[in-house]
């Protein structure tokens, strides 16, 4: 079992930044493939990064590619998202998830964990 709390979201004005938190816990986290969705109102999950923990492989989704990023704490078992430049378009519940297996995979039917998630809203 692994267990993911979000933290960091908020309200933010276009053009500004905010960082998320995701707490990992419960199993040893070098197995894992770290990723970050985001749902929108009216919207399909979509994928925005990820990273394998052990090697601190990266992979984004096109939309925020240049104004996200994704790192991880190995000391703190915790996975950020920078994001600057926010959009109003980026504005979403943000989930942190992960996955068994070094394979970097943007598809949400591949993660094993969630966490709760935490809205971040981006106003013009």
């Known amino acids: 079992q692994v267990q993911l709390v979000e933290s960091g979201g908020g309200l933010v004005q276009a053009g500004g930044s905010l960082r998320l938190s995701c707490a990992a816990s419960g199993r040893t986290l070098s197995s894992l493939t770290m990723g970050w969705f985001r749902q929108a109102p009216g919207k399909e999950r979509e994928f925005v990064a990820a990273i394998r923990w052990s090697y601190g492989a990266t992979n984004y989704a096109d939309s925020v590619k240049g104004r996200f990023t994704i790192s991880r704490d190995n000391a703190k078992n915790t996975v950020y998202l920078q994001m600057n430049s926010l959009k109003p378009e980026d504005t979403a519940v943000y989930y942190c998830?992960?996955?068994?297996?070094?394979?970097?995979?943007?598809?949400?039917?591949?993660?094993?964990?969630w966490g709760q998630g935490t809205q971040v809203t981006v106003s013009s």
């Open positions: 998830a992960a996955r068994l297996g070094s394979s970097i995979y943007s598809d949400s039917t591949d993660y094993n964990y």
